[in-house]
């Protein structure tokens, strides 16, 4: 079945900086990679998600790239702000299609 | 707006006690799943529902069972609440299960005592 590791469990960054987050996974015949952000108090909240038809993609500051050889994929935030600080999920779709398998989160951490 | 409503914050429950956590989603989706949050261990998913009256076992099933009468509402049910089972959980909708966006409530903090 699938597995997600997501890398690294913490990350603190200066505001203005970049901030990368990446996820490995097992299953080759995933083509669904969905990011998450969950703000404190609150569900996660989809951001930003890539198919497998496409190596890359973006909205204004974060981008999702993927390797489907490597079978990694990354989340980029440029120009980091406060509102960033939250933490962030990846996930890949199980072969069930009902089921996604998520990475153990990354807590950014916007320092001023 | 999509709205996905769970009916408690916080829950304190004592040992042995049956827990009830409701979820209720206004956006028609067929999808609804529970999940448990805890910290280093990401999301997992204790039991789904494609259907009304379907349900589907996750990876945690253990300790607990769903109830989907209404195609809004899906209840997460502790028949016998363990301190093991203090957690977040997370209930979500979706229409198209793994491969669309999943929305989420805001999430039920339970302490079991």
């Known amino acids: 079945g699938e597995n997600v590791e997501q890398h690294p469990s913490t990350l603190s960054v200066q505001e203005g900086d970049s901030a990368v987050i990446k996820c490995t996974y097992s299953?080759?015949?995933?083509?669904?990679f969905p990011w998450y952000k969950q703000e404190l108090g609150k569900g996660p909240q989809l951001i930003i998600d890539?198919?497998?038809n496409v190596g890359e993609k973006k909205d204004q500051r974060i981008a999702v790239t993927l390797n489907k050889t490597a079978k990694h994929f990354s989340l980029h935030i440029t120009e980091t702000q406060p509102e960033d600080s939250a933490v962030y999920f990846c996930?890949?779709?199980?072969?069930?299609?009902?089921?996604?398998?998520w990475g153990a989160g990354t807590k950014l951490i916007i320092k001023p | 707006d999509v709205k996905v409503t769970q009916s408690s914050r916080y829950l304190v429950k004592r040992t042995g006690e049956k827990v009830f956590l409701e979820c209720v989603q206004d956006?028609?989706?067929?999808?609804m799943f529970w999940y448990r949050q805890d910290p280093g261990l990401g999301l997992r998913l204790i039991y789904f529902?494609?259907?009304?009256?379907?349900?589907e076992k996750g990876d945690i099933p253990e300790g607990y069972s769903v109830s989907r009468e209404k195609k809004e509402r899906f209840s997460l049910i502790l028949e016998s609440a363990s301190t093991n089972q203090t957690s977040m959980y997370l209930c979500?909708?979706?229409f198209g299960g793994g491969r669309t966006e999943a929305f989420f409530g805001q999430g039920t903090r339970l302490t079991v005592v």
């Open positions: 979500a909708s979706s």
């Open positions: 956006m028609d989706h067929e999808n």
């Open positions: 529902s494609y259907d009304v009256k379907m349900k």
């Open positions: 299953d080759s015949a995933s083509n669904y």
């Open positions: 890539i198919r497998s």
């Open positions: 996930a890949a779709p199980m072969d069930s299609n009902y089921q996604l398998i």
